[in-house]
């Protein structure tokens, strides 16, 4: 059952930390600087939580969606990839790739996720009413260590996600996934200590490699059920071909 994927501690915690700053950011700090029935304070509330509704969209969508998997008759289309399952390939192309645990050929990009217990094609990471209380501010000390002790969670929340953020950008500028991006530099590391210099094969340009993940549509770049412009994950255009 799909309902039974939020019944885990990461995602419940995820929501619990929406809620938190939810709650925080229009209940407390917008109502105690402006007031949420001031014109600034509407603004400012429907604009987070136009913001807020967009990542929780996002993250129920990550939840629920069907990761990927690979095709059980799945053979690379290359000289020799024909061998059966149990036995070695017959040549050492590297898209020859094959799963230990699943004892099955990968495609490219393709990794073993320990969770799903099945490759993944292009594996990033997979993600598989809160009660009201008589909060009393009467006093000035206890509400200034709330806005502190709120402002460093907020501050550092911020720092964290922004990183975040900007390191997913920059992933997906140069087409790479996590993975590959550590396989990347064990590669870059080896390539020059030959004295050959290394490139990821699949990093077309900025702009393709953006869109052949948001897409070529600039307006559905804010909908995550926009995946129309993806592939069937079993092949990728590389540097070599463009």
């Known amino acids: 059952m799909e309902w039974k994927r939020f019944l885990s501690i990461p995602v419940c915690s995820v929501f619990l930390l929406m809620g938190f700053v939810y709650y925080i950011t229009v209940f407390i700090f917008i109502e105690d600087w402006v007031g949420l029935q001031s014109s600034a304070g509407t603004l400012n509330a429907m604009i987070f939580t136009f913001m807020a509704s967009l990542c929780l969209f996002s993250f129920l969508v990550c939840v629920l969606k069907e990761p990927g998997y690979v095709p059980s008759p799945y053979v690379p289309d290359v ?3 024909a061998a059966p ?8 192309s ?5 799963c230990d645990k699943c004892v099955t ?6 990794h073993h996720c320990r969770v799903c217990r099945r490759c993944v094609l292009r594996m990033v990471m997979i993600i598989s009413c809160a009660s009201q209380k008589n909060w009393n501010f009467s006093g000035r000390i206890p509400m200034k260590i709330f ?5 460093a969670m907020m501050f550092g929340l911020s720092i964290t996600f922004g990183t975040l953020l900007g390191w997913h950008i920059y992933l997906m500028s140069c087409n790479m996934t996590t993975i590959e991006n550590y396989e990347g530099i064990r590669a870059a590391w080896l390539a020059r200590k030959s004295g050959h210099s290394y490139r990821h094969p699949f990093n077309l340009s900025v702009y393709k490699n953006i869109t052949s993940v ?7 770049w804010l909908c995550p059920i926009a995946v129309s ?3 069937d994950g079993m092949s990728y255009p590389t540097a070599h071909d463009s």
Not at 85 to 92: A, C, G, I, S
Not at 94 to 98: A, E, G, I, K, P
Request: hydrophobic share 30%; glycine share 8%.
């Open 85 to 92: 399952p149990h036995q070695e390939p017959l040549n050492n």
């Open 229 to 231: 412009h993806l592939k």
């Open 214 to 220: 948001l897409g070529p549509n600039i307006l559905k």
């Open 147 to 151: 806005f502190v002790v709120s402002g």
């Open 94 to 98: 590297s898209q020859l790739r094959r």
């Open 105 to 110: 050929y990968k495609p490219p990009r393709a």
């Open 79 to 81: 000289e020799g990839a």
